[in-house]
């Protein structure tokens, strides 16, 4: 069985901090892992994921992660906040094959302060 | 390509009644799948599809079915609803080289 746990529901950074959202899944299998975010009544946008290969992943927005297989953890960063940022991450994993089924984690609230 | 959609965004209904809610996949991609968005329970699994299939399902009582049609178009329905249903209900379609599911701005639905 697969789950994601990520570390805080809540994150309040100041506009141009580090942003650092933490992830730590649990996998039998070698894992798909993913973030997304979700601004006001929308749906989900891929910011980045990992499949195979390097194990820094850089997306969109300037954000990136990072795999680390022993730490079985994914956390997603951004070296300065905008106000923008402000929305929900969601950090997901799925089985390597296909993706069909992703496994979300509960989710964490950006906020951002002037 | 125009990006996913469903219809209808809001819906309210009363206990007991019945749901149909409507996802169109981005052209091409044949897989699609259901989540349900609450904030108690987070984000969870309904079921995916793929080909007029049901591939895997969730954790989710009978009550809840989908289907997909010939076009790949997808709809699920929710029968004698209760309050704990109401929810976002998101429909993603997956691009099969990319491994990426991407996702339709979401059903909310209010039972009263």
């Known amino acids: 069985a697969q789950s994601v746990t990520q570390l805080g529901s809540h994150v309040s950074v100041s506009e141009g901090a580090l942003v650092l959202l933490r992830c730590n899944y649990s996998s039998s299998v070698p894992p798909y892992l993913f973030w997304y975010v979700q601004y006001p009544n929308q749906g989900l946008q891929l910011l980045l994921k990992y499949t195979t290969g390097a194990t820094l992943v850089k997306g969109i927005n300037g954000f990136e992660a990072e795999f680390k297989k022993s730490e079985t953890s994914f956390h997603l960063t951004k070296p300065s906040a905008h106000m923008s940022d402000a929305a929900e991450y969601f950090c997901?994993?799925?089985?390597?094959?296909?993706?069909?089924?992703?496994?979300f984690g509960q989710g964490t609230r950006l906020t951002i302060n002037p | 390509k125009a990006g996913v959609t469903q219809t209808p965004r809001y819906l309210i209904k009363t206990r007991g009644q019945q749901v149909t809610l409507s996802c169109s996949p981005i052209?091409?991609?044949?897989?699609v799948s259901w989540y349900q968005q609450t904030p108690g329970q987070g984000l969870q699994f309904l079921f995916e599809?793929?080909?007029?299939?049901?591939?895997n399902k969730g954790n989710f009582p009978g009550r809840f079915s989908g289907r997909q049609f010939s076009n790949s178009r997808s709809e699920m329905n929710v029968s004698t609803l209760e309050l704990g249903d109401s929810a976002l209900y998101l429909c993603a379609s997956r691009d099969r080289d990319l491994n990426e599911q991407f996702f339709g701005p979401g059903t909310r639905l209010t039972v009263l």
């Open positions: 997901a994993v799925s089985k390597i094959q296909g993706a069909q089924k992703l496994v």
């Open positions: 599809y793929f080909s007029e299939t049901q591939r």
């Open positions: 052209s091409g991609h044949r897989s």
